[in-house]
């Protein structure tokens, strides 16, 4: 199969979303800890370590103060001087509403991720960074194993998955599960033959950045590429070269997977790292992305590599909304609420049990809508350089920080 070398694009629609969820997650991580805390409030010296597990790109203080109707500032009790911090009662009101939304289904998506491993045991240290992402509770390596005894096991600081009793659906690739319910009858075996057969293939939604999709080269190539097998992520892949293009297409459905599981469909690169190993990914995974545009983006917004699927989001917003997001989109709102009226911002809210995600908003609220942005903004950019390498960077993933 000839490959065809694209220009990487730079998307700002996607990019503003990778900004906003990452104030997000700051915020959600940053809550999750001060309501873990025994004593209340916090110093902020003793959050300041924070700054780069979090993702910010600003000081710890700074994010804080900015945001007061999540975090309330008062003088500590031992050391007036000192600055501290602790939860305000809409805090309290979106923790609740986010454990509730995180226990949907959050053990699924674990199980799913540990069934993409060659092992199916993973270390706790290597899910740590997509707790967020997977939308798991701090105490999923303890809850998890009581909980659902049937699914996992923990020891030696890895959880694992029990083979005792896996859900029928569970091993099934949501690019197997949409075909499935577009062929009424369908079987694996058939949803795995090539587009030569009568009955339709399993293709990738393709999203590429405005000019790429029309290219006779870039066409000729993703028809090669669509004729290939598609072999489920969740399958053993052992017998296959790793070197072939049936690898390769392998490894795209895997990456195509794993993103799906987020909640947000997005990832850092450095936590898919952590995974290189276990997943079968080549050394420099990094070039599926760049190599698939229309499948992935890659972006180097909030000083590190994001990777996002394109599918995943229309007209800048998710096409399939888990109630987590719902409920992460209310943090969003809380902290702009605190951004445009500062000390007033409490008084302003309107968290009802049944306010929809329109309502809730504030007059001279300029929340980007992301309208027509993800096929309109996409603009050439020439200076960027990608690294793909395992050297030191600045996004690279240090356990000694790791944000619990």
Not at 48 to 59: D, E, M, S
Not at 72 to 96: C, G, K, N, V
Not at 229 to 258: C, F, M, Q, T, V
Not at 381 to 404: A, H, K, L, T
Request: charged residues 30%; hydrophobic residues 35%.
């Amino acid at each position: 199969m000839q490959k065809v070398r694209l220009k990487w694009v730079k998307n700002r629609g996607l990019d503003h979303i990778i900004d906003r969820t990452t104030s997000i997650r700051a915020s959600c991580l940053m809550l999750d800890y001060l309501a873990r805390q025994p004593s209340s409030p916090v110093p902020a010296r003793a959050l300041a370590r924070f700054q780069k597990p979090l993702g910010l790109t600003v000081p710890v203080l700074r994010f804080l103060r900015r945001h007061p109707t999540l975090f309330a500032e008062q003088p500590h009790p031992r050391f007036p001087t000192l600055p501290a911090f602790s939860l305000t009662s809409a805090s309290d009101i979106l923790l609740a509403r986010l454990a509730r939304a995180s226990a949907v289904d959050s053990h699924l998506r674990l199980a799913r991720l540990l069934l993409l491993t060659r092992s199916r045991s993973l270390p706790l240290a290597s899910i740590l960074p997509l707790r967020f992402d997977l939308g798991l509770p701090y105490d999923f390596a303890s809850s998890f194993p009581s909980s659902h005894s049937d699914l996992f096991a923990v020891s030696n600081n890895h959880i694992s998955l029990s083979a005792s009793r896996l859900p029928d659906d569970i091993a099934i690739s949501s690019l197997q599960r949409r075909h499935a319910e577009a062929i009424t009858g369908a079987t694996y075996r058939d949803l795995s033959r090539p587009p030569s057969s009568s009955h339709a293939p399993l293709a990738f939604p393709m999203r590429f950045p405005r000019g790429y999709g029309g290219m006779k080269k870039v066409k000729a190539w993703m028809d090669d590429f669509h004729r290939l097998p598609y072999i489920s992520p969740y399958d053993d892949a052992s017998g296959i070269d790793p070197d072939s293009d049936i690898y390769e297409k392998r490894n795209i459905g895997l990456l195509h997977e794993l993103l799906g599981l987020m909640v947000h469909k997005m990832v850092r690169r450095n936590a898919i790292r952590l995974l290189r190993e276990e997943l079968g990914l080549p050394h420099k995974f990094t070039r599926l992305f760049t190599r698939y545009p229309g499948v992935f983006y890659l972006s180097l917004k909030c000083k590190t590599t994001t990777l996002v699927l394109r599918e995943g989001y229309e007209r800048g917003k998710l096409v399939e909304k888990h109630p987590l997001a719902a409920v992460r989109d209310k943090v969003q709102y809380v902290m702009r609420t605190g951004v445009l009226y500062r000390g007033k911002g409490l008084s302003k809210l309107v968290l009802d049990e049944d306010d929809d995600e329109e309502e809730g908003t504030l007059d001279g609220d300029e929340e980007f809508q992301g309208e027509g942005m993800d096929e309109d903004a996409d603009v050439e950019c020439f200076g960027m350089e990608i690294v793909d390498d395992d050297g030191p960077g600045n996004d690279d993933y240090d356990e000694r920080d790791s944000y619990d």
